[in-house]
């Protein structure tokens, strides 16, 4: 019996896309007020979002909570604007969860610096992923609580003396990944995965002479060099792409620039430069001006269609998405 298959569904065509959308404020449940009033800030980045009409959209910078109450409430708003996300995937980020230790040595805990990533609370500016296809949420591969020290040839600071920082005991029980890390299947129309990996490094600066968030923006992007590699379990089956914010612009700014590039020239991606009249730049910082840190990589295997940047009125960052077919 010879099964036929509708027309396009084998080589369809999907949109995959990154935005920091900056959907992070200073205390708990204050992203859940401005999304459930006329904020103008919240108003532009939907906007956006519904603009591009992705269909698997990688987000950054929004606050979590433990139902996932924003982040439902931001489906239901988008959805308003004729774009709908059936499936939803986030996780509990380290972004402001309380590590009780003194993770900068400065003799006192409790504050931003001494959670497992930077923040003032549990959640704070985590990362989620927004589909038209069903997430295969039971396969997700995560390496969030993953430790500083288990990765290979990590670059984890180390004291004046030489010595791990902020002491060994400390250093022993660092997580790497600042908001999360992890790898997870989306099934396409065909019944075939499409693995999205994605992540939030953080900024390599806002630190000493220890060069602690320098160091760590470095080993959050280099996690993915290794487990395209295989170095961390099982090498990671195609078709993927990688998306997030690298906090690292290859050519400009802060940051250890050959981390970056060892990630662009990694033989299992190809690298897309999207752009548009303003140019490829992903963010526009008042301090350091244009900069490309925000990233979305498919595999090799895969055929890029088209490219391209939608700036938005409600972030400094720009939606980064890519055209891509199996």
Do not use: C
Not at 190 to 198: A, F, N, Q, Y
Not at 295 to 302: A, F, I, N, Q
Request: cysteine-free; aromatic content about 6%.
């Amino acid at each position: 019996m010879t099964l036929f298959l509708p027309l396009g569904v084998t080589a369809e065509t999907i949109r995959v896309a990154t935005f920091n959308a900056e959907l992070s404020r200073k205390g708990p449940g204050l992203l859940l007020k401005d999304l459930r009033r006329d904020d103008e800030q919240v108003s532009a980045v939907i906007a956006t979002i519904a603009a591009a009409d992705a269909d698997i959209l990688a987000l950054q910078g929004l606050d979590w909570d433990h139902e996932n109450t924003a982040l439902r409430t931001l489906q239901s708003d988008i959805a308003t604007r004729g774009v709908e996300y059936p499936y939803l995937f986030t996780l509990k980020p380290n972004a402001g969860a309380a590590s009780g230790l003194d993770l900068d040595g400065d003799g006192r805990m409790g504050e931003p610096e001494d959670a497992w990533g930077g923040g003032r609370f549990t959640g704070q500016g985590g990362i989620a992923l927004l589909s038209k296809f069903p997430i295969a949420a039971a396969q997700a591969q995560d390496f969030t609580k993953m430790r500083w020290q288990d990765l290979p040839d990590h670059r984890m600071p180390l004291t004046k003396d030489g010595q791990p920082y902020p002491d060994a005991a400390t250093a022993a029980q660092l997580r790497l990944s600042s908001s999360n890390h992890w790898a997870v299947p989306v099934i396409l129309p065909d019944g075939e995965p499409l693995w999205i990996l994605s992540f939030h490094a953080t900024p390599p600066v806002f630190d000493g002479p220890e060069d602690r968030n320098g160091r760590r923006n470095a080993d959050e992007i280099l996690l993915w060099v290794h487990v395209l590699n295989g170095l961390l379990g099982d090498r990671m089956p195609e078709p993927f792409v990688l998306m997030g914010d690298a906090n690292n612009d290859p050519d400009r700014g802060e940051g250890h620039k050959d981390a970056i590039h060892r990630l662009l020239n990694d033989p299992h991606l190809q690298v897309v430069e999207p752009s548009d009249s303003q140019g490829a730049h992903t963010v526009n910082w008042e301090r350091t001006g244009p900069m490309r840190v925000d990233y979305v990589l498919p595999s090799k295997g895969m055929n890029v269609i088209d490219s391209g940047i939608l700036r938005s009125k409600g972030s400094r960052h720009g939606l980064v998405w890519v055209d891509i077919r199996r």
